[in-house]
């Protein structure tokens, strides 16, 4: 409790006042006497939800420019997509239908695991001829296992940065272990994550993935769609999963969208063709 009034002459104001102030800078248990930045009951509260939005898009955005990075290549794709010889390690140890099952997935899909880690090597090794950060293009991606890993490491053995934007999520999603010190990011809010994906891509790259690659891939092509942003290249590796899990032909002939939207999206089959694609838009040497 606050020390009371005083009652008597024998107790001054100024000892009141002395008692006081030592009173409330020992009582940890008044919350209204937090600085505010430090009362994380307060920063939770929903009156501040637009203050944690402006910190999330911030913290980012001054350590991506003290490392000098203007520009990114955004990579989506399934976090559940491992090494052809991780999948040839569960093919071996495979005993169960279910395993071997899962195995000849992991198998038939590593392929474009080893794909994006090619395509990170190929971007690391376009900025080692470049001598000025604004004309460098570093992988960004979701931070995460899978197809996010195989980019960021591919990068990381060529000896470039490697970006990763993460999420928390109920399980939570550890970042992987080739990102680049002091360029892995932790996020709360997918909005905001997904800012971030767009503020410096100059390429999205998008391999087979769910919904998650599916939310991110749609709303780059709303944007551009819509020409909220610059237009720039979208390409979609593995064309056979894309056009079948996405029937572009039916939407088209349905009238919700036009032959022009499909101009937006570069359907390609290697690491290598898809930086073909981002070269020749800009021009690169």
Wanted: with cysteine.
């Amino acid at each position: 409790m606050s020390p009371k009034l005083p009652v008597n002459n024998s107790q001054t104001i100024t000892d009141f006042l002395n008692l006081h102030k030592n009173h409330m800078a020992e009582d940890n248990s008044a919350d209204s006497y937090k600085f505010a930045f430090e009362d994380e009951a307060f920063l939770v509260r929903r009156e501040t939800l637009g203050l944690r939005f402006q910190l999330e898009l911030l913290k980012p955005e001054i350590l991506l420019h003290e490392q000098g990075i203007e520009h990114t290549i955004t990579v989506f794709g399934s976090t559940r997509f491992v090494s052809s010889e991780k999948a040839q390690e569960m093919e071996r140890l495979a005993k169960t239908p279910q395993a071997i099952a899962e195995a000849k997935r992991a198998l038939l899909h590593s392929k474009y695991y080893d794909s994006a880690r090619e395509f990170g090597a190929i971007v690391a090794r376009y900025n080692d001829t470049q001598t000025e950060d604004q004309n460098k293009l570093y992988v960004a991606t979701g931070g995460g296992p899978g197809i996010m890993e195989a980019v960021n490491r591919g990068a990381f053995e060529a000896g470039d940065k490697s970006i990763g934007f993460n999420i928390s999520l109920p399980r939570e999603q550890h970042p992987n272990p080739y990102l680049t010190p002091g360029l892995s990011f932790r996020f709360h809010y997918f909005a905001i994550r997904k800012m971030h994906f767009m503020l410096r891509a100059r390429a999205i790259v998008a391999y087979p993935g769910g919904f998650g690659s599916f939310d991110e891939l749609f709303e780059v092509l709303t944007l551009m769609q819509t020409k909220k942003v610059v237009r720039f290249p979208i390409v979609l590796v593995g064309q056979d999963f894309w056009c079948e899990v996405i029937n572009f032909k039916k939407m088209l002939e349905h009238g919700v969208i036009e032959q022009a939207d499909m101009g937006l999206i570069h359907f390609v089959e290697t690491a290598e063709e898809a930086w073909t694609v981002i070269r020749d838009w800009y021009q690169l040497t």
